[in-house]
């Protein structure tokens, strides 16, 4: 649909068009030919697979799985994999478009990939778990290689789930399975701080963007919708910033209270997903606590939370996405023409990925580097490219969700045209 010469975004489409849709606007925007959104609108290869899995009960359930790789031009594909009753074949494309725009913001040798298998791993036990896990490696095996798409852990995955892909990977290459998946214990190869990067990484953007909007995080009001790996993380790193968690939520419903909430109380009573809301009688409802008061809002739960019906009343004055497209276009637009920063899911939860590449160089190079330095490497990388966004939605005078989109997309497209792609 285009409006007064721009093109506007539905706001009933799903994750995947969506996607398409952003990139297809960055790319008009950097001029590239049509045949560069006609390559880059799909994954280059999308891989189905079925996983039969003995049950606990003596049954057998057969799940479906994806892998979904964007585009290699640049290097080795990379992304998560989701255990998740909801994942589609959508959903594992976009999240990998989304991995390529994040590599390509913090300047990584890599292109986008995402898995996922449909399950819910909450009602199954660590065995059936373990033969699901071993089975979706089996099924992907030859499409993924420390060369050619390397996993990490994503939604309800974890590194238990890394240690044994990589183990089963290892009796099919035993050659090369360390560095073939990332995320994993650290006494199999896993690096200092991957556990808690996602977190961190969202915690230094959010400074550096508190900075610009003439804000302090040290006594700022801040609300966190989601409580699990990443939110719990964040609201830590945030409270020992001097800042004051007036709202979380979870999968069952959300606190708030505008004195602030007892985190560490919170941290501690939470249960292995996240969850903790249930067990408080003043709980309310997700998107309750969205338009509450705040001065920055952080979602790190799910995708389209934020939307046109709700944008006219979200209070906050900073929005940091920690989660997979939690704002739609449509919203993004609506606070934006309100004075509302916004820092995109695909720079501000880009901290996991940076670390991911970090144990894969280390893994690659078999020496390990110290907290300490995985810390500062990853404050530097993400500094840089906050600021080189924040630069482009200034010169261009776009939003930051299009700037990220640009600057994500530049390198890719260069890669593309040198290989003689386009």
Same mark, same amino acid.
């Given at each position: 649909?285009?409006?007064?010469?721009?093109?506007?975004?539905?706001?009933?489409?799903?994750?995947?068009?969506?996607?398409?849709? =952003?990139?297809?606007?960055?790319?008009?925007?950097?001029?590239?030919?049509?045949?560069?959104?006609?390559?880059?609108?799909?994954?280059?290869?999308?891989?189905?697979? @079925?996983?039969? !899995?003995?049950?606990?009960?003596?049954?057998?359930?057969?799940?479906?799985?994806? @892998?979904?790789? %964007?585009?290699?031009?640049?290097?080795?594909?990379?992304?998560?994999?989701?255990?998740?009753?909801?994942?589609?074949?959508?959903?594992?494309?976009?999240?990998?478009?989304?991995?390529?725009?994040?590599?390509?913001?913090?300047?990584?040798?890599?292109?986008?990939?995402?898995?996922?298998?449909?399950?819910?791993?909450?009602?199954?036990?660590?065995?059936?778990?373990?033969?699901?896990?071993?089975?979706?490696?089996?099924?992907?095996?030859?499409?993924?290689?420390?060369?050619?798409?390397?996993?990490?852990?994503?939604?309800?995955?974890?590194?238990?789930?890394?240690?044994?892909?990589?183990?089963?990977?290892?009796?099919?290459?035993?050659?090369?399975?360390?560095?073939?998946?990332?995320?994993?214990?650290?006494?199999?190869?896993?690096?200092?701080?991957?556990?808690?990067?996602?977190?961190?990484?969202?915690?230094?953007?959010?400074?550096?963007?508190?900075?610009?909007?003439?804000?302090?995080?040290?006594?700022?009001?801040?609300?966190?919708?989601?409580?699990?790996?990443?939110?719990?993380?964040? *609201?830590?790193?945030? %409270?020992?910033?001097?800042?004051?968690?007036?709202?979380?939520?979870?999968?069952?419903?959300?606190?708030?209270?505008?004195?602030?909430?007892?985190?560490?109380?919170?941290?501690?009573?939470?249960?292995?997903?996240?969850?903790?809301?249930?067990?408080?009688?003043? @709980? !309310?409802?997700?998107?309750?606590?969205?338009?509450?008061?705040?001065?920055?809002?952080?979602? *790190?739960?799910?995708?389209?939370?934020?939307?046109?019906?709700?944008?006219?009343?979200?209070? *906050?004055?900073?929005?940091?996405?920690?989660?997979?497209?939690?704002?739609?276009?449509?919203?993004?637009?609506?606070?934006?023409?309100?004075?509302?920063?916004?820092?995109?899911?695909?720079?501000?939860?880009?901290?996991?990925?940076?670390?991911?590449?970090?144990?894969?160089?280390?893994?690659?190079?078999?020496?390990?580097?110290?907290?300490?330095? =995985?810390?500062?490497?990853?404050?530097?990388?993400?500094?840089?490219?906050? %600021?080189?966004?924040?630069?482009?939605?200034?010169?261009?005078?776009?939003?930051?969700?299009?700037?990220?989109?640009?600057?994500?997309?530049?390198?890719?497209?260069?890669?593309?045209?040198?290989?003689?792609?386009?």
């Amino acid at each position: 649909m285009i409006m007064n010469g721009k093109r506007k975004l539905s706001e009933n489409t799903d994750v995947l068009t969506g996607t398409q849709q =952003v990139i297809r606007m960055a790319l008009e925007t950097m001029n590239e030919p049509p045949a560069m959104y006609d390559l880059l609108k799909e994954p280059l290869r999308m891989l189905t697979v @079925r996983i039969p !899995i003995k049950m606990d009960d003596g049954s057998v359930q057969v799940f479906t799985g994806y @892998r979904a790789q %964007h585009n290699d031009a640049i290097g080795p594909t990379k992304g998560g994999v989701r255990f998740h009753p909801d994942v589609t074949a959508e959903e594992v494309k976009a999240l990998s478009m989304w991995m390529s725009i994040k590599c390509g913001i913090v300047a990584l040798p890599y292109g986008g990939g995402k898995g996922g298998v449909a399950c819910d791993p909450r009602t199954m036990s660590m065995r059936e778990l373990e033969a699901l896990s071993r089975g979706y490696v089996r099924a992907i095996s030859q499409m993924v290689g420390p060369a050619k798409d390397i996993p990490a852990p994503d939604v309800y995955t974890n590194s238990q789930v890394m240690a044994w892909m990589m183990d089963e990977y290892s009796r099919i290459r035993e050659f090369d399975s360390p560095s073939f998946i990332t995320g994993k214990p650290l006494v199999l190869g896993g690096s200092y701080g991957r556990e808690s990067s996602t977190a961190l990484g969202v915690s230094i953007v959010l400074k550096e963007a508190a900075k610009m909007a003439g804000m302090a995080v040290e006594g700022s009001r801040i609300i966190i919708q989601g409580f699990g790996n990443a939110g719990s993380y964040l *609201a830590k790193f945030l %409270h020992d910033a001097g800042a004051v968690i007036v709202g979380i939520a979870d999968a069952r419903g959300a606190l708030y209270d505008p004195n602030g909430l007892d985190i560490l109380e919170l941290l501690d009573r939470r249960d292995s997903f996240g969850a903790v809301t249930h067990l408080y009688p003043n @709980r !309310i409802t997700n998107q309750e606590l969205l338009v509450k008061e705040c001065d920055i809002l952080v979602p *790190a739960a799910i995708e389209n939370q934020l939307t046109e019906q709700n944008a006219p009343n979200i209070q *906050a004055k900073l929005i940091v996405e920690a989660a997979n497209g939690p704002t739609t276009y449509a919203a993004t637009e609506i606070l934006s023409k309100r004075g509302v920063l916004i820092v995109p899911d695909v720079l501000a939860s880009a901290g996991g990925v940076v670390v991911s590449y970090f144990e894969w160089v280390q893994n690659n190079q078999g020496y390990y580097w110290p907290l300490e330095e =995985v810390n500062a490497k990853l404050e530097q990388l993400l500094v840089d490219a906050f %600021h080189k966004v924040y630069q482009t939605s200034a010169t261009r005078r776009v939003n930051m969700r299009l700037a990220a989109y640009i600057v994500g997309l530049k390198r890719m497209t260069e890669a593309v045209k040198w290989r003689g792609w386009i």
